[in-house]
């Protein structure tokens, strides 16, 4: 009759066909994507902007009461 070993391998074999199936029929979908840092980004490319934008302040009210004085 049948044994237990050719049951297990047979049933194995299809499930392994079914799950290869499925995962062939699966679109990858990344955890993680570069679209989702557009935000920080932004808020990056602000505060630096501040940054130079109040350098730029201070710099030229030094130079003015540089010449001033």
């Known amino acids: 009759m049948f044994s237990l ?3 297990l391998s047979v049933l ?3 499930l392994l066909g079914i799950t290869g199936l499925a995962l062939a029929t ?3 979908t990344p955890l993680i994507s570069s679209d ?3 935000g920080v980004r932004t808020d990056v490319n602000t505060a630096a902007s501040g940054i130079i ?3 730029i302040i201070i710099v ?3 130079l003015l009461i540089k010449v001033f004085r």
């Open 5 to 7: 070993r050719r049951i």
């Open 12 to 14: 194995s074999l299809i």
């Open 26 to 28: 699966t679109a990858y």
């Open 36 to 38: 989702m840092f557009d």
């Open 53 to 55: 934008t109040i350098l």
């Open 60 to 62: 030229g009210v030094g």
